[in-house]
């Protein structure tokens, strides 16, 4: 098959080509290549897009999400592969659960799906994981996403055993002691509403514990969600310093602001919270820089129930993959903060590089995962259109651009608009 009259998206441009692909890899990329194929003229190829923090639920709360669903919003939002963390129920912390994912994932047939596993046992805090067994199965990273763990040591033996085995440690990080139950960001809106608030060093102090771990071991780390301008400058540090330090945020983070928690609309209710202007400017600026490698979803499904209570006991989480891209690239690219194959870096070679995985690049020889989308597709963000389950989006009504017309996983359609 040829993908042909595309824009295509390569690691040095944007260029007008033609993309064979045979038996799932990309074999040739020229000019007027001849035989069978698509004309994709005013459509543009990228890299399938790799998200490396999402939620998928299965095992155990299906009801919010399941394998299958998560893989349809995944594909329908140009996702080629995606790492699922470990809070299920059971914790993802063992090889049986592992290989539960990988199997229902095989049986979907979608996208690729990537098991995170937990850093320890049930995620209490207190026993490291079977890291080396969860690897074995399949396990690409191990996380105890959703909280910190709670002691340094624990922590420093995690990323030693998780680098005895070739994976990262995905970091979480937040003080719970100093969230002290807090919903939003601690600030005028917080005051405003009435809503407990959480302050920033709350994050930003297991930011600075993650950072001085792997600079003293002489270890890699990856950062959670950074939502703090001034987590982005600790991690900015760290790396003019040579630290191995990785990171990654939402596009929730730089979209919004903590305004919008004046409407009390518990689909507004992320962890960590959304913040202020200054916080929203510091994390474009930090993806500018490369200071956050990676753009994520942190897709995270809820059913209605969860979100349609008061906003103090309301569930943590915005049902992301579906809107990730459009919302990137009106933010982002038509904003004029990245070029286009620097936000497909955040959205794919960068996600790839950090974890090892196979793919984020449009070169000869490398998988046909391929997200082809209409850039100048204009469209309003609506719930009711989600293939998740999860309709918790505090996007609502908002005006994009970006749609996502064909996604192939492995050379193979997997999804169509």
Known sequence: MIIKNAEVVLEDGVKRADLRIENGKIAEIGQKLKGDGIDCKGLTVLPGLIDMHVHLREPGFERKEDIASGSRAAVKGGFTQVCCMPNTK?????????????????????CK???????????????????????????????????????????ANAMQYAADFGLKCLCHCEDSALVDGGVVHEGYYATLTGLKGSIRAAEDLIIAREILLA????????????????????????KARGVQVTAETCPHYFTLTDEVISTFDTNTKVNPPIREEKDRLAIIEGLQDGTLDCIVTDHAPHHEDDKNVEYALAAFGISGLETSFALSYTQLVRGGALSLPELAAKMSANPARILGLEGGALTVGAPADLTIVDLNAKWKIDPKDFVSKGKNTPFTGREVYGKVVYTYVDGELKYSI
């Open 215 to 238: 600079e003293s071991l002489s270890l890699p780390v990856h950062i959670c969600h950074v939502s703090t301008y001034s987590g982005v400058q600790l991690i900015r540090e760290a």
């Open 113 to 155: 799906v990537h098991p995170i596993g937990a850093i320890t046992e049930g995620q209490a805090g207190e026993n490291l994981a079977a890291i080396g067994a969860m690897k074995a199965a399949g396990a690409v990273a191990i996380s105890e996403d959703g909280k910190s763990v709670p002691s340094a040591k624990i922590m």
């Open 90 to 110: 059971p914790v993802t912390d063992n090889k049986v659960v592992v290989s539960y994912i990988k199997q229902r994932a095989k049986e979907v047939d979608l």
